[in-house]
């Protein structure tokens, strides 16, 4: 994998947007080179100009008085406009008469109960529209209102959806945590975010087990006083505690309401939503998105990315969870105000087997599949059986996300998913950007396997050095933005100072990503990396601090560095450097390895669970105490070390690491 990385680096193969694209579509929003090059300098010699006019696209209550009011780092977008981003998901499509088309296309895991043996959902806009209406009246009867915080820990169910958009209908906004972590991560998201109701599953179906979600909120309540309600949605059956008064059935309290809620009518820079991503601290932070601008740039960004055409057939599915940026952008917010049904899946993709996103794809007549890097070299070690037992033929465009894609993952998806007929957009985007910031568009942009390409309409981005001047062609550095867009976060939540220090203090004036990544010739990207102490595990972002603390809160371990290793199916595994109590007198055996990663996955969740962990006297750091991380990354690499050790405190460490896995 090591050797595909760098690969990438000498990759020179350009595939130019195929006939095969054009013929399959009437309309291309974005057709040609010529148009991307008008409306991007566009985009930039007028961006109010520009933004105004994809916001007309959409219904507001009152129109703007003025499109962007900005004082670096502060950006408010449609300043005096109100809109609600609820009414443009849903009931835009009904008053424009589409009320009986398909919304969301549910599938759930299990394959017992249909007559063809799936458990399908197709939701219209009308049947959205309702169970929204009936959901927000539910929560308003909780006492939930304008600018309370709702949080979200459930699975891929359509209620996921349908409560987002309850909240944002009603002016709450929504704190969606990912099924996939542990009660502390529970705890820490509510306290921060001050958020009294849970709205969670009895459990989540995820390769043929339950995962008991609502066991998980119990013992978040048991360590924090907040928490006023549980609203819990029966999806497995399972059994489950239940506290009674404060635990509420979502049938229940929705039987008795009315089908009818008003949409508040929202400020534009009220907030719509948290969303909290893993940092260089140990303190995951509540990215802050808001109501207009998020709205119109997830929504223009999904229709010119995928080329989202209305009443052609289209059919999207985006494989991400929602309790990551991807699903709340690219499973509801964007793709709904584009009136293409969006698909939700509920379980894995390797259950009952290894082709259930290929079925699936023949199933929905999927036109559009949006995945991660990891998710495909997973279906390439999976083999091209799978795969090739389905009719791929429906597909149009294929989209990946997350890290960058090694040029073999790249094109075994263009040939053995996409048939070679299929333009990849390689999105490159943030949770703080809101939605993509550099990606090809399909169609138009000639792409090379590795590369995100040309930045989208109104995104500034540069490749600078830390005085902010931008550099040649091929040099790296750091990748910013040097001016406001509508999808940026407004902050970060309760905290403007590490607003500031994170994304704005590097390079004056100019939002740092903290990727490093260069330009090559023809202006293309090329995503070299975190350079902050954040690693990209299978396309999920972990601060190395959070997993360093886990480690630390076990009663045998005294100090741990955690660093990135290559992986060959999570593009980066998770090495552990750990040094033990002297009053640890137990072995350092495999069987003591996976109580620490056991320990790790029940204080954070499976996704911080260590691939490697060495035990070692002491970690190496250099005179003013720092950890030597880079050192501790090529240790654990196996590459014999590039790196000046010079102020290493203690030389025979070295040695000791490398042998300490043997
Ligand atoms: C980091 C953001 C935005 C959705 C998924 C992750 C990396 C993301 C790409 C890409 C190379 C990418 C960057 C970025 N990243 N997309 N197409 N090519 N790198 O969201 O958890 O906020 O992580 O993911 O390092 O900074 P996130």
């Given at each position: 994998m090591s050797q595909a990385i760098t690969s990438v680096l000498h990759e020179d193969r350009v595939f130019e947007p195929s006939d095969a694209f054009r013929r399959r579509n009437r309309t291309v929003h974005c057709p040609d080179m010529a148009t991307y090059r008008a409306l991007y300098r566009r985009s930039m010699d007028d961006p109010e100009g520009f933004w105004a006019e994809m916001a007309s696209h959409y219904h507001w209550f009152r129109q703007w008085n003025k499109v962007l009011e900005w004082e670096c780092p502060d950006a408010q977008w449609f300043v005096g406009a109100r809109t609600n981003v609820a009414f443009n998901c849903i009931d835009r499509q009904i008053v424009a008469g589409l009320?009986?088309?398909?919304?969301?296309?549910?599938?759930?895991?299990?394959?017992?109960?249909?007559?063809?043996?799936?458990?399908?959902?197709?939701?219209?806009?009308?049947?959205l529209k309702r169970e929204v209406c009936r959901f927000a009246n539910a929560l308003k009867s909780l006492g939930v209102g304008r600018g309370d915080v709702?949080?979200?820990?459930?699975?891929?169910?359509p209620e996921l959806a349908i409560a987002m958009l309850a909240c944002a209908r009603i002016g709450a906004a929504h704190s969606v945590i990912f099924g996939g972590f542990a009660a502390s991560a529970i705890v820490d998201r509510v306290e921060d975010a001050k958020s009294s109701i849970i709205v969670t599953c009895d459990g989540a179906w995820?390769?043929?087990?339950?995962?008991?979600?609502?066991?998980?909120?119990?013992?978040?309540?048991?360590?924090?006083?907040?928490i006023r309600h549980v609203v819990c949605l029966k999806r497995c059956d399972n059994a489950i505690g239940w506290t009674s008064g404060r635990d509420l059935w979502w049938h229940e309290i929705c039987a008795t309401q009315s089908d009818d809620c008003p949409c508040e009518e929202m400020e534009s820079e009220d907030l719509l939503f948290l969303l909290y991503t893993s940092g260089s601290t140990g303190k995951p932070k509540g990215v802050r998105h808001t109501t207009g601008g998020y709205m119109v740039f997830t929504a223009t960004t999904a229709r010119y990315t995928y080329n989202l055409v209305p009443g052609e057939g289209q059919v999207y599915f985006c494989t991400a969870d929602i309790g990551w940026i991807t699903g709340?952008?690219?499973?509801?917010?964007?793709?709904?105000?584009?009136?293409?049904?969006?698909?939700?899946?509920e379980g894995a993709p390797n259950f009952p087997q290894e082709d259930r996103f290929w079925e699936m794809v023949e199933r929905h007549k999927i036109t559009h599949f949006y995945t991660a890097p990891t998710a495909i070299r997973a279906f390439m070690k999976w083999g091209d059986e799978h795969?090739?037992?389905?009719?791929?033929?429906?597909l149009i465009v294929l989209g990946t996300v997350g890290e960058p894609i090694n040029p073999e993952a790249w094109i075994w998806y263009h040939e053995t998913i996409g048939g070679s007929r299929c333009p990849i957009v390689d999105t490159m985007w943030q949770t703080e950007t809101g939605g993509h910031i550099i990606t090809p568009l399909p169609g138009c942009t000639p792409t090379v396997p590795g590369s995100c390409t040309l930045?989208?309409?109104?995104?500034?981005?540069?490749?600078?050095?830390?005085r902010g001047e931008e550099l040649p062609p091929n040099q790296g550095g750091l990748l910013v933005i040097r001016r406001p867009w509508p999808g940026m976060l407004r902050g970060i939540h309760g905290d403007r100072e590490r607003?500031?220090?994170?994304?704005?203090?590097?390079?004056?004036g100019m939002y740092v990503a903290g990727d490093g990544a260069r330009r090559d010739e023809r202006g293309y990207f090329w995503i070299m990396g975190r350079i902050d102490d954040v690693i990209n595990v299978s396309g999920h972002r972990l601060g190395t601090m959070e997993i360093e603390s886990a480690l630390v809160s076990h009663p045998a371990v005294v100090e741990a560095a955690v660093v990135g290793i290559p992986h060959e199916i999570k593009g980066t595994g998770i090495a552990a450097f750990v040094t033990l109590a002297p009053t640890h007198t137990g072995a350092t055996n495999d069987a003591f390895r996976r109580e620490l990663c056991d320990h790790v996955t029940k204080e954070i969740g499976a996704i911080a669970r260590p691939d490697m962990i060495r035990f070692a006297g002491a970690l190496p750091k250099t005179r003013s105490g720092k950890i030597m991380r880079r050192l501790l990354r090529d240790i654990a690499a196996g590459k014999e070390s590039m790196q000046d050790t010079t102020t290493l405190e203690d030389f025979s460490l070295l040695a000791q690491l490398r042998e300490s896995d043997e």
């Amino acid at each position: 994998m090591s050797q595909a990385i760098t690969s990438v680096l000498h990759e020179d193969r350009v595939f130019e947007p195929s006939d095969a694209f054009r013929r399959r579509n009437r309309t291309v929003h974005c057709p040609d080179m010529a148009t991307y090059r008008a409306l991007y300098r566009r985009s930039m010699d007028d961006p109010e100009g520009f933004w105004a006019e994809m916001a007309s696209h959409y219904h507001w209550f009152r129109q703007w008085n003025k499109v962007l009011e900005w004082e670096c780092p502060d950006a408010q977008w449609f300043v005096g406009a109100r809109t609600n981003v609820a009414f443009n998901c849903i009931d835009r499509q009904i008053v424009a008469g589409l009320g009986d088309q398909v919304a969301i296309i549910w599938e759930g895991e299990p394959t017992t109960t249909d007559p063809d043996g799936h458990e399908i959902r197709r939701l219209t806009y009308s049947d959205l529209k309702r169970e929204v209406c009936r959901f927000a009246n539910a929560l308003k009867s909780l006492g939930v209102g304008r600018g309370d915080v709702v949080t979200l820990y459930m699975g891929m169910v359509p209620e996921l959806a349908i409560a987002m958009l309850a909240c944002a209908r009603i002016g709450a906004a929504h704190s969606v945590i990912f099924g996939g972590f542990a009660a502390s991560a529970i705890v820490d998201r509510v306290e921060d975010a001050k958020s009294s109701i849970i709205v969670t599953c009895d459990g989540a179906w995820r390769r043929g087990h339950v995962v008991p979600l609502k066991a998980s909120v119990d013992e978040a309540c048991a360590r924090t006083t907040l928490i006023r309600h549980v609203v819990c949605l029966k999806r497995c059956d399972n059994a489950i505690g239940w506290t009674s008064g404060r635990d509420l059935w979502w049938h229940e309290i929705c039987a008795t309401q009315s089908d009818d809620c008003p949409c508040e009518e929202m400020e534009s820079e009220d907030l719509l939503f948290l969303l909290y991503t893993s940092g260089s601290t140990g303190k995951p932070k509540g990215v802050r998105h808001t109501t207009g601008g998020y709205m119109v740039f997830t929504a223009t960004t999904a229709r010119y990315t995928y080329n989202l055409v209305p009443g052609e057939g289209q059919v999207y599915f985006c494989t991400a969870d929602i309790g990551w940026i991807t699903g709340h952008s690219y499973v509801v917010y964007g793709i709904l105000p584009n009136r293409v049904p969006t698909v939700m899946y509920e379980g894995a993709p390797n259950f009952p087997q290894e082709d259930r996103f290929w079925e699936m794809v023949e199933r929905h007549k999927i036109t559009h599949f949006y995945t991660a890097p990891t998710a495909i070299r997973a279906f390439m070690k999976w083999g091209d059986e799978h795969p090739k037992k389905h009719d791929l033929s429906s597909l149009i465009v294929l989209g990946t996300v997350g890290e960058p894609i090694n040029p073999e993952a790249w094109i075994w998806y263009h040939e053995t998913i996409g048939g070679s007929r299929c333009p990849i957009v390689d999105t490159m985007w943030q949770t703080e950007t809101g939605g993509h910031i550099i990606t090809p568009l399909p169609g138009c942009t000639p792409t090379v396997p590795g590369s995100c390409t040309l930045p989208v309409f109104g995104i500034d981005a540069a490749i600078v050095n830390e005085r902010g001047e931008e550099l040649p062609p091929n040099q790296g550095g750091l990748l910013v933005i040097r001016r406001p867009w509508p999808g940026m976060l407004r902050g970060i939540h309760g905290d403007r100072e590490r607003y500031l220090e994170t994304y704005w203090s590097k390079v004056p004036g100019m939002y740092v990503a903290g990727d490093g990544a260069r330009r090559d010739e023809r202006g293309y990207f090329w995503i070299m990396g975190r350079i902050d102490d954040v690693i990209n595990v299978s396309g999920h972002r972990l601060g190395t601090m959070e997993i360093e603390s886990a480690l630390v809160s076990h009663p045998a371990v005294v100090e741990a560095a955690v660093v990135g290793i290559p992986h060959e199916i999570k593009g980066t595994g998770i090495a552990a450097f750990v040094t033990l109590a002297p009053t640890h007198t137990g072995a350092t055996n495999d069987a003591f390895r996976r109580e620490l990663c056991d320990h790790v996955t029940k204080e954070i969740g499976a996704i911080a669970r260590p691939d490697m962990i060495r035990f070692a006297g002491a970690l190496p750091k250099t005179r003013s105490g720092k950890i030597m991380r880079r050192l501790l990354r090529d240790i654990a690499a196996g590459k014999e070390s590039m790196q000046d050790t010079t102020t290493l405190e203690d030389f025979s460490l070295l040695a000791q690491l490398r042998e300490s896995d043997e």
